[in-house]
């Protein structure tokens, strides 16, 4: 599962650098006015992020801030974007992205020197984008989407859009190793809490199952002011603080406003990410997997072959988990380690309460979710404070998926 590809030339995967991908602006309309760039300071401005370690540019002539005003058209986005891509082609020595969900824009921009298609709307918004990118057999960025631009909800979502992405691009002919994943971090549409882009940066490895490149935009986005309170003038840290989180997670690429902010900052979170364990022996590999949401062991399992019944009677068995329970009698803890036993866990609890020496002891219990919710189920049936413990340990283990409890803060 270790990603390695070749996007026009440049190397991105687990073993490469991350990569930087600056934001170029020409558009007005944008939510961060330091990131808009005339037509006057564009080359300037190209030269200096890849001066400072940017090894992509991301160019973007029409707003995708949900807010912009005024909304410009296709036509509109065409003649800002064409003259910029002729000004950097032969200027510069870097990959040049257009963020663009218009097809037309898209194959325009190819013709000009474009050598990836970031569409944020992951082919939703113009049914043509996927034809243009798989015959220009181009990388193209995709961002999670369901009907519009970043309107998955959730984790869960995210996964379940980018999935059904992957999906239909490998319907209409595209080469899906050309796609780098982007999980939609941002208030995409108002009604989108930042908790859940909390969630996603937390846990931006699950996207690690699609074996696929993955871009992270955080640079001063909304989610930063929910902590922060600034405006996207004074989001720098914060923009930095995640993403440094991202890269320890997984991360290969950062499209940034800041390219020398961002640089060290991406090099120490990279050094601390640890490798993934691989022993390969001619055609053989063997391979540790770190499942840490059941639902990521689905998507690996139905990738290999596995039918889609038997990938979700076994994902509750690739993830474990250890639960204290605390000031329980010996005997209550005994009859659940017997029971945890019977179904495969185990528990720990301390030397007396085995010889039944102290009255009170504390409980470990080990378990996959599978194991544990059947535990549940029988304590449910059982004498003494049994019911009660069922209960909580219930509830431990629903909090611990409920992004909500996870994630929301007191005012």
Not at 68 to 77: K, Y
Not at 219 to 227: G, T
Request: hydrophobic fraction near 45%.
């Amino acid at each position: 599962m270790v990603v390695d590809v070749d996007i026009c030339g440049l190397k991105v995967g687990d073993e490469h650098p991350v990569r930087l991908m600056g934001v170029i602006n020409l558009s007005k309309e944008s939510f961060y006015k330091g990131s808009v760039v005339s037509t006057d300071s564009l080359l300037d401005v190209a030269h200096k992020m890849v001066a400072d370690g940017a090894t992509i540019l991301d160019i973007g002539a029409r707003s995708t801030w949900p807010l912009a005003r005024p909304v410009i058209g296709e036509e509109e986005e065409l003649n800002r974007m064409i003259p910029a891509l002729d000004i950097l082609r032969g200027n510069t020595d870097v990959l040049i992205s257009v963020d663009t969900v218009y097809s037309g824009v898209a194959e325009e921009s190819l013709k000009h020197g474009a050598d990836i298609v970031n569409d944020v709307s992951g082919f939703t918004s113009d049914p043509h984008m996927i034809d243009v990118v798989a015959d220009y057999d181009c990388p193209a960025v995709v961002m999670a989407s369901r009907e519009f631009p970043g309107d998955p909800v959730g984790m869960d979502a995210i996964m379940e859009s980018l999935a059904k992405i992957i999906a239909r691009a490998d319907s209409r002919g595209m080469d899906t190793g050309k796609l780098i994943l982007d999980p939609a971090i941002g208030k995409w549409f108002s009604d989108k809490d930042p908790i859940y882009d909390f969630e996603t940066m937390d846990q931006f490895e699950s996207l690690k199952v699609f074996e696929r490149p993955l871009l992270a935009a955080i640079s001063r986005k909304s989610c930063i002011d929910a902590v922060l309170h600034k405006p996207a003038s004074e989001r720098l840290y914060g923009s930095l603080a995640a993403t440094a989180i991202v890269v320890h997670k997984g991360a290969h690429i950062i499209r940034t406003h800041d390219i020398t902010e961002t640089r060290d900052v991406v090099e120490v979170a990279r050094a601390m990410r640890k490798r993934q364990p691989i022993v390969r022996s001619g055609n053989f590999e063997v391979s540790v997997i770190d499942i840490i949401h059941p639902d990521d062991a689905e998507y690996i399992m139905k990738g290999m072959g596995v039918t889609g019944t038997g990938a979700k009677v076994m994902k509750n068995k690739t993830v474990s988990k250890v639960i204290r329970v605390n000031n329980i009698t010996t005997t209550e803890a005994l009859i659940i380690k017997q029971e945890i036993l019977a179904r495969g866990g185990d528990a720990a609890l301390e030397r007396e309460a085995v010889s039944h020496e102290t009255a009170k002891t504390d409980v470990l219990i080990i378990g996959t979710l599978l194991q544990l919710g059947k535990l549940v189920r029988k304590l449910s049936f059982q004498a003494r404070n049994l019911p009660l413990i069922a209960e909580m340990i219930a509830e431990a283990l629903e909090n611990d998926m409920d992004v909500e409890h996870r994630y929301q803060r007191e005012p």
